[in-house]
């Protein structure tokens, strides 16, 4: 009994913190399942927050249209929006990385982190192999005969800079770090849009601090 108790220990144990996945990424099977709920609230704090700033930008640059009267998805409205305001979100340097963010986060919402030809963005996620190639990989794990994204802590963390970053270029975008006088030199509604594009910048990146932070407390 108490060898068959040993045996399920370390069934256990290397279940948890043991590479459970083919090739050469180690990643452990807990650590992946953690990764995978880590990057879609990345991605939930990033959209929301794009959208809040759509609202000001509407208040702070006097827009006569909303956001949703344009064509194509969330993102891709919102950066057409902003260029109403001669805002280019495309141009920000974590632009790229926070695009690839959101092919990794659709593989995990809508096809379960499998790799197949289901999956619409089959090739956009291979080709994500070689540039995150120390943090994210694509293959089978053990008992499997599936494809699935293999996704380490540091890739999440990559993340969350690439979103701080990211606010903190929009920010500079709006012209809300600029100096400025109150009073007759500008509104008091573009006094508050700037206020409140700080607080919400504030209040992204500090969510995402708390959920990556949680995660990691339970490991």
Same mark, same amino acid.
């Given at each position: 009994?108490? =060898? #068959?108790?040993?045996?399920? +220990? ?8 043991? /590479? ?16 995978? %709920? ?10 929301? /927050? ?12 006097? &827009? /006569?249209?909303?956001?949703? !009267? ?15 305001? +001669? ?6 340097? %974590?632009?790229?990385?926070?695009? +690839?963010?959101?092919?990794? =986060?659709?593989?995990?919402? #809508? ?11 089959? /090739? ?8 995150? *190639? ?7 794990? &053990? #008992?499997?005969?599936?494809?699935? &994204?293999?996704?380490?802590? *540091? ?6 800079? #690439?979103?701080?970053? @990211?606010?903190? !270029? ?8 600029? +100096?400025?006088?109150?009073?007759? !030199? ?7 849009? $700037? ?13 995402? $601090?708390?959920?990556? !932070?949680?995660?990691?407390? @339970?490991?």
């Amino acid at each position: 009994a108490e =060898r #068959h108790e040993l045996k399920v +220990d370390k069934e256990l144990f290397e279940l948890k913190y043991v /590479n459970n996945f083919q090739g050469d990424l180690k990643c452990s099977q807990i650590e992946n399942t953690a990764s995978y %709920s880590i990057i879609p609230s990345c991605y939930m704090i990033y959209e929301t /927050n794009l959208v809040e700033f759509a609202k000001i930008a509407r208040n702070y640059f006097s &827009l /006569n249209l909303k956001y949703s !009267d344009l064509s194509g998805g969330k993102i891709e409205r919102i950066k057409k929006y902003l260029k109403l305001a +001669d805002i280019n979100i495309s141009k920000i340097k %974590s632009w790229n990385s926070l695009i +690839d963010l959101e092919v990794i =986060r659709d593989c995990i919402i #809508h096809n379960e982190g499998k790799v197949n030809i289901t999956f619409k963005k089959i /090739n956009s996620l291979e080709s994500l192999k070689s540039k995150y *190639s120390k943090h994210f990989s694509i293959n089978k794990p &053990l #008992h499997e005969n599936e494809k699935y &994204l293999i996704i380490k802590f *540091s890739m999440c963390e990559s993340f969350l800079n #690439h979103l701080q970053s @990211f606010f903190d !270029d929009l920010i500079e975008l709006f012209g809300l770090n600029k +100096d400025f006088l109150a009073g007759a !030199d500008v509104s008091e509604q573009k006094l508050k849009e $700037r206020v409140r594009a700080k607080e919400e910048y504030e209040k992204a990146v500090m969510k995402a $601090r708390e959920i990556y !932070d949680r995660r990691m407390k @339970f490991l």
